[in-house]
């Protein structure tokens, strides 16, 4: 019976104790809460983060999938052909043949050569007729050397020995023999130029 009164008695006090005094929880309690703080940082999520939408207007710098970046335009120019330039022309020439110097079986003609350049210009002359006129040996040239001469069918080359001043011109001569028909020149030509027809 003793036994029993001392806990009956215990629990007694206890209630006692309790009706007193009432146990706070964690959560209410204030700053001066004798509870310890966590000394220990907290730990990062691990949660993964959503993805960054990129501002409006902004371009992308990875390739678009499925399609090539196109590669940087290179222009191909064609090649420049060089410019030949042709004869100058600096030697012209006139022929001329006068009715005075045509009798029944041949004629002698001109040919007029001045040179247009600063600088002294040789000459070559070649004439072809049709094939009732044919050149003689006959040549010359009025106070210059007689120039060379070389014949071929119904026609012939006069190549002079000097060349001719600048700003100067000379009168070459020559004889043909002729049957009747055409007495005017097929060709003429200086340095390859053709001549003037008088």
């Known amino acids: 019976m003793a036994i029993a ?7 007694i006090t206890m209630a006692i104790v309790a009706a007193v005094f009432p146990e706070k929880s964690p959560a209410s309690a204030g700053p001066g809460s004798s509870t310890e703080a966590n000394p220990f940082p907290p730990l990062p999520s691990l949660a993964p983060s959503a993805p960054t ?11 678009t999938p499925g399609r090539t970046p196109a590669s940087p ?13 042709g004869p100058t022309g600096a030697v012209s020439a ?22 247009n350049s600063a600088s002294a ?3 070559q002359v070649t004439v072809v007729f049709e094939q009732n006129v044919s050149p003689t040996q006959e040549r010359w040239i009025n106070g210059a050397d007689q120039p060379t001469m070389s014949t071929q069918s119904h026609g012939a080359t006069y190549i002079g020995t000097a ?3 600048p700003g ?3 009168v070459l001569w020559f004889g043909a023999l ?3 028909g055409n007495l005017d020149p097929l060709s003429c030509t200086v340095n390859g130029r053709p001549c003037s027809i008088n």
Do not use: D, H, M
Request: glycine share 4%; proline share 14%.
């Open 53 to 63: 939408e990129p501002a409006p207007g902004a371009t992308s710098a990875s390739p």
């Open 94 to 115: 006139v022929y001329s043949r006068a009715p005075e110097r045509t009798w029944e079986t041949g004629f002698q003609a001109s040919v007029t050569l001045r040179n």
């Open 121 to 123: 210009e040789s000459w």
């Open 5 to 11: 009164g001392i806990v009956t008695l215990a629990f």
């Open 168 to 170: 100067s011109e000379i």
């Open 73 to 85: 335009r290179t222009t191909t120019r064609p090649a420049t052909t060089p410019t030949v330039e």
């Open 178 to 180: 002729r049957q009747p």
């Open 163 to 165: 060349p001719i001043p």
